[in-house]
């Protein structure tokens, strides 16, 4: 079975600096999708950026990047010039064939002035 | 990105009595949905997922007979939580899968959620 791993529950970063944030996951499927999920106070799910397994190259987003390493199953992603929206919930995901999503625990991130 | 409502957005009910949560596609028509719960401060769970003319897969730990689903067309599913109780209170979010092709294949699109109060 597949699961999600985000070890850090809570990070907080300065404004307008860099953060990163881990997860890794297990899987014995080749072809998948991984996404990252940023959720706000009001609880609507965001779509921040999305990886597919076949591309090598890293997905970029504005601000948001991501490092995935396929072979050690992880999958960062990266919020540069951070601002005080950015603060929220961001889930870690990854799409079974079946097209739902299995998330990780989350990780809280605050973003303070 | 395509636009899914949910209905009501919040609700109280009394112990025993039924809910039913509607979710819509505004915009685009999908032939699988799905239903997820999130407790307070925890992730996303799956509860079940829902194919259009057909029974709803649930997953592993969720009574079929208590969370009722019903998607009956492209652009409308609902949950109907039956003898709720009030360890049924809970955030439930819907939402739609496209996995017809296009810039948005194999994303979801997720409902604002509702929030689930069982005194």
């Known amino acids: 079975a597949q699961t999600v791993t985000q070890s850090q529950p809570e990070m907080s970063v300065q404004e307008a600096e860099t953060v990163t944030l881990s997860c890794t996951y297990d899987?014995?499927?080749?072809?998948?999708?991984l996404f990252w999920y940023k959720q706000p106070p009001s609880r609507q799910m965001i779509l921040v950026i999305r990886?597919?397994?076949?591309?090598?190259q890293n997905a970029t987003e504005n601000r948001f990047s991501v490092n995935f390493q396929k072979a050690a199953k992880s999958f960062s992603l990266k919020i540069s010039d951070s601002q005080l929206g950015d603060t929220a919930m961001y889930f870690c995901?990854?799409?079974?064939?079946?097209?739902?999503?299995?998330f990780g625990k989350g990780t809280k991130l605050s973003v303070k002035p | 990105g395509a636009v899914v409502s949910q209905h009501p957005s919040w609700v109280i009910c009394k112990s025993g009595t039924s809910v039913k949560i509607e979710c819509r596609s505004l915009?685009?028509?999908?032939?699988?949905m799905f239903w997820y719960r999130q407790f307070p401060k925890q992730s996303l769970m799956l509860m079940a997922t829902?194919?259009?003319?057909?029974?709803?897969?649930?997953e592993q730990g969720v009574e079929k007979d208590k969370f009722l689903i019903n998607h009956a067309s492209l652009t409308l599913s609902t949950l109907t939580v039956t003898s709720a109780h009030p360890e049924d209170s809970s955030f439930y979010i819907c939402?739609?899968?496209?996995?017809?092709?296009?810039?948005?294949?194999?994303?979801?699109?997720f409902g604002p959620g509702t929030r689930l109060t069982v005194l």
């Open positions: 995901a990854f799409m079974r064939v079946a097209g739902n999503l299995i």
């Open positions: 899987t014995s499927e080749n072809n998948y999708y």
């Open positions: 990886q597919e397994a076949y591309k090598q």
């Open positions: 915009d685009f028509q999908a032939t699988t």
């Open positions: 829902s194919n259009e003319g057909s029974k709803a897969t649930y």
């Open positions: 939402s739609y899968a496209s996995f017809a092709g296009g810039p948005s294949d194999n994303e979801q699109f």
